[in-house]
């Protein structure tokens, strides 16, 4: 678990924006579906046929996550729970995916999104279970449904529990001017302090990397800056 | 352009999501309601919608993020008996019109203020 964690935070350091992006801010993205009715979802071409969110909400995910610039492919808006699985194209249910984190990356996800559905369809779990287990953590659901991760990853212990915050899932690179998004407005700065809006020095503060909760800039080794 | 018809939202879902991303306390605002009211009465007139089995707004989406003429800003879910609900995205823009593949309704903004405005 320590090895694990180091290397979360090794990530965390190289590419703050890549791993925001491994895990979906649950306030943001719980989660939302259309179906359950498998006489629906079950039907060769459902999928397909399904209509996409429209580019100017998928910008303003993008938004709400503070990715404010990425790199070619990088990401892709995804269906939290997805497409196969019943999903609604709420913004509930939309999060911003990174095709290049490894070796958690949307190409896993899918993997899981596919196996839930056929069990889902041959009637061994329902399409309940299978909605609830993607929303509440889909690498969990992945581990359960599908097997080891790859790359011999263990499911972090932040990510397990509905009750904690997904710290993977909840740093984000601050704007160019130094402040943070609305959806991650806790600055932490170069000195490894967070400091929390309306604090003392909040706004003099310049972010190197923005977090959702105190928990989340705790577990990534920052300290509460005084005055807040 | 089509006029905003009598359309009941009592009972029906609302999710308003504010521009930070967070849920949006009360209720619709008159501008959001006469959208709404505008992309419904447009889909009434729309071939592919009148063949759905008695579809009805179940959901209403409105995302403060965007304005309203973004497409994007409104989500309307219709349940259709039998059959997977519809999801529609309605916005203001230059005519109305109903793309059915995409689920996009546009709706051309009134110019005379309606009497019964919030």
């Not at chain 1, 997904?166 to 402040?179: I, K, M, R």
């Not at chain 2, 008159?30 to 729309?46: N, P, R």
Request: hydrophobic share 35%; with cysteine; glycine share 8%.
């Amino acid at each position: 678990m320590q090895a694990l964690t180091l290397a979360i935070l090794g990530l965390l350091c190289s590419s703050a924006a890549a791993v925001s992006s491994l895990m979906p801010d649950p306030q943001l993205t719980p989660g939302d579906a259309q179906t359950r009715d498998p006489n629906i979802i079950c039907t060769p071409g459902y999928a397909r046929a399904a209509r996409d969110a429209p580019q100017k909400l998928k910008n303003q995910v993008y938004t709400l996550y503070g990715i404010t610039t990425q790199a070619s492919h990088e990401f892709e808006i995804d269906h939290l729970i997805s497409l196969e699985l019943g999903s609604s194209n709420s913004i509930r249910n939309l999060w911003p995916q990174s095709y290049i984190t490894e070796p958690l990356s949307a190409r896993v996800k899918d993997k899981l999104e596919g196996k839930l559905h056929k069990l889902a369809c041959d009637g061994t779990i329902t399409f309940e279970e299978a909605q609830a287990a993607i929303a509440l953590n889909w690498v969990s659901a992945y581990r359960k449904y599908v097997g080891a991760l790859p790359g011999g990853l263990e499911t972090p212990a932040s990510s397990t529990s509905p009750s904690s915050p997904p710290s993977t899932g909840a740093s984000v690179q601050p704007n160019e001017d130094g402040s943070c998004p609305p959806g991650a407005p806790l600055k932490g700065s170069s000195t490894k302090k967070y400091h929390l809006p309306g604090g003392r020095y909040y706004d003099n503060t310049k972010a190197i990397l923005c977090f959702t909760s105190e928990a989340n800039a705790q577990s990534a080794g920052y300290l509460r800056a005084k005055g807040q | 352009m089509t006029e905003p018809t009598e359309l009941d939202l009592s009972g029906v879902a609302l999710l308003l999501i504010a521009p930070d991303g967070s849920d949006a306390e009360g209720g619709l605002l008159g501008e959001e309601e006469k959208l709404i009211k505008a992309i419904h009465a447009t889909l009434l007139e729309d071939d592919h919608f009148k063949a759905l089995p008695n579809p009805r707004l179940e959901r209403i989406e409105a995302n403060r993020g965007l304005s309203l003429e973004d497409n994007g800003v409104i989500n309307l879910r219709y349940s259709v008996r039998g059959a997977v609900s519809q999801e529609f995205w309605g916005h203001y823009g230059p005519h109305d019109r109903v793309a059915w593949k995409s689920g996009v309704v546009t709706v051309k903004r009134s110019l005379v203020a309606q009497p019964n405005q919030k």
